[in-house]
């Protein structure tokens, strides 16, 4: 195997002017350098990555931490994307991708902090934790480089990738009262989900547009997962038969919502129009295909992978990123008949 004393001894150089040149450090001679690349490349030499990463005291590996990644994630697709865009911006930079995964029993055994260090991480990519998480504040009292996805939560080495829920909710509401929908239901999140607070004061801002009342017990809460949404969706229909449109801030929300409306005998969208928020794959699938807000997912990856690189090898400081959203009109809402 080559090592730097091989390139060493036929460059005629110190082994300590090849590992300078073979690190960027900007003392060695343009002319010399170009001679040790030259013989490092007739000599098939591989650099060891963990020596390497003790010379410079960077790991040049950032990591990707999701909080609750189960089957429910997998089957709406979201953080396949996200992480899909993650990996074409790292594929890019000489960089290495790790994955950790982590829930609330992890968090008690484990700190951010030691987590991170034991992963030799050099920044994190953090998704999916809530507003109670115990990592969110250790995050931002470590100073280790991290960029949030759709927690809009900064610091001087915090930054965060979101898409504007508050108009993309607004937008959906609006939609429903301008096919003349005037009780306008609301499948949300969960408390303690960042987007699910934008999602909700989007929601009413859009109603107060049009001079509708937000009415509390027209909002339930799906946790983001279909089956709940079903079974909230059941309740929130018999008890409030005047509801003519549902909002979910989620598409697989809103999957289970039509779901139950068709249980329930609704013809849709002729007798309940329903929107959802995400554009998932199966959004242009099931039936009839779904009208919702189109976030980017892959953008919000790539732009997060983006930024903390940055952060580390440009000292760039960290930003607040607002990536737009998308009206899109299919086929589950329809002018109100009621």
């Not at 960027?24 to 020596?51: C, F, M, Q, W």
């Not at 699910?196 to 009415?215: D, F, P």
């Not at 919702?292 to 440009?314: F, P």
């Amino acid at each position: 195997m080559t090592t730097i004393k091989h390139i060493a001894k036929q460059a005629g150089v110190s082994v300590t002017t090849v590992s300078r040149a073979l690190n960027g450090y900007s003392d060695v001679n343009a002319k010399t350098r170009k001679r040790i690349e030259k013989v490092a490349e007739e000599l098939n030499y591989s650099p060891n990555s963990l020596a390497r990463s003790l010379v410079r005291n960077q790991s040049e590996t950032i990591g990707l931490l999701v909080s609750g990644f189960t089957k429910e994630s997998i089957k709406d697709g979201f953080t396949v994307e996200v992480m899909s865009g993650i990996n074409s911006y790292v594929a890019e930079t000489e960089y290495d991708l790790v994955l950790f995964n982590t829930d609330s029993s992890k968090q008690r055994k484990k700190t951010y902090t030691q987590l991170c260090k034991e992963r030799r991480v050099d920044g994190v990519i953090l998704q999916g934790i809530k507003t109670d998480d115990p990592y969110l504040e250790e995050v931002m009292e470590s100073d280790i480089p991290c960029v949030f996805i759709d927690i809009p939560v900064s610091s001087d080495h915090v930054g965060f990738v979101s898409t504007d829920n508050i108009e993309g909710a607004r937008v959906a509401a609006s939609h429903l009262a301008e096919l003349g929908h005037r009780n306008i239901g609301m499948i949300n999140g969960h408390e303690q989900a960042f987007v699910s607070k934008e999602r909700l004061q989007g929601y009413k801002l859009g109603l107060q547009q049009h001079g509708i009342t937000y009415v509390p017990e027209y909002v339930k809460d799906g946790s983001f997962i279909e089956q709940e949404a079903y079974n909230q969706a059941i309740v929130l229909l018999q008890t409030h038969p005047e509801i003519s449109a549902v909002f979910c801030a989620s598409d697989l929300m809103a999957i289970g919502a039509i779901d139950a409306a068709t249980h329930l005998g609704y013809r849709i969208p002729e007798e309940l129009s329903i929107i959802g928020y995400d554009d998932i794959p199966l959004a242009s699938y099931v039936s009839p295909a779904l009208t919702t807000i189109a976030q980017n997912k892959y953008d919000l990856g790539y732009y997060a992978a983006r930024m903390l690189i940055n952060i580390l090898k440009n000292q760039q400081k960290p930003e607040k990123c607002i990536l737009k959203t998308e009206l899109k009109i299919r086929q589950s809402t329809s002018t109100s008949i009621r």
